[in-house]
């Protein structure tokens, strides 16, 4: 079975660009939630789907968001990118919600670097 | 809120030494624990779980046992190898909150 995938692996942009990154879930996963990883701030929570919807959502500004396809795959976009957006994104995948007991499996991550 | 507190890093250790990596948790009710593990330039990977109290939790020779009066699930290792360097993350979810909550890593590294 396929892992979580995540595209794309790298990507350089300059402040004020807008980004969007691509998950795809394991087969079968309805549940995609997003995390931001920096050396400072660790692992942050960004937001979570589930069928389509947005379930939960962390303390981030507007210019972050997402959406989930019907397939499950998810995108998520970042507009007017800053320099502190600089991290590692990374996309996990469930059966079922978060705050069941269905683990979460993680995609590789895509380091955005904003310079 | 849900909050996660594990042992402050690095850690370094020899080839065949003991590992113990300290997490509590705060929550209401009843969450469920996690141990992911991440290698350099991945992503994380589940390494146990536990669902209730006095669950353990075991993979790889890790092992977690989680402890609702002391509100714990601190990591073990009897014989760490080389291949062990990583960091470990302990997180929790339920227990009141739909979030998946992450401590903030404890990084391993094991010389030979």
């Known amino acids: 079975k396929a892992g979580v995938t995540q595209t794309p692996r790298y990507l350089i942009k300059t402040r004020g660009q807008q980004v969007t990154l691509s998950c795809s879930p394991i087969?079968?996963?309805?549940?995609v939630s997003w995390y931001q990883q920096t050396p400072g701030q660790g692992l942050q929570f960004l937001f979570e789907?589930?069928?389509?919807?947005?379930?939960n959502k962390g303390n981030f500004p507007g210019r972050f968001s997402g959406r989930q396809f019907s397939n499950s795959r998810s995108e998520m976009n970042v507009s007017t990118l800053e320099l502190g957006d600089s991290a590692l994104y990374l996309c996990?995948?469930?059966?079922?919600?978060?705050?069941?007991?269905?683990?979460?499996?993680f995609g590789p991550g895509t380091r955005l670097t904003v310079t | 809120g849900n909050s996660v507190t594990q042992m402050e890093g690095p850690v370094t250790l020899s080839e065949e030494a003991f590992l113990t990596i300290n997490c509590t948790y705060t929550?209401?009710?009843?969450?469920?624990l996690f141990w992911y593990v991440q290698y350099p330039g991945e992503g994380l990977q589940l390494l146990l779980k536990a669902t209730k109290a006095d669950d353990k939790g075991s993979n790889k020779g890790f092992e977690a046992t989680y402890r609702k009066e002391t509100t714990s699930f601190h990591l073990e290792k009897g014989s760490v190898q080389v291949s062990d360097s990583a960091v470990y993350f302990c997180?929790?979810?339920?227990?009141?909150?739909?979030?998946?909550?992450f401590g903030k890593g404890t990084k391993l590294t094991v010389n030979p």
């Open positions: 996990a995948s469930s059966l079922s919600p978060v705050g069941q007991t269905y683990e979460q499996y």
């Open positions: 087969s079968g996963h309805r549940s």
């Open positions: 997180a929790l979810s339920g227990g009141g909150s739909e979030k998946l909550v």
């Open positions: 929550a209401t009710g009843y969450p469920s």
């Open positions: 789907y589930f069928s389509e919807t947005q379930r």
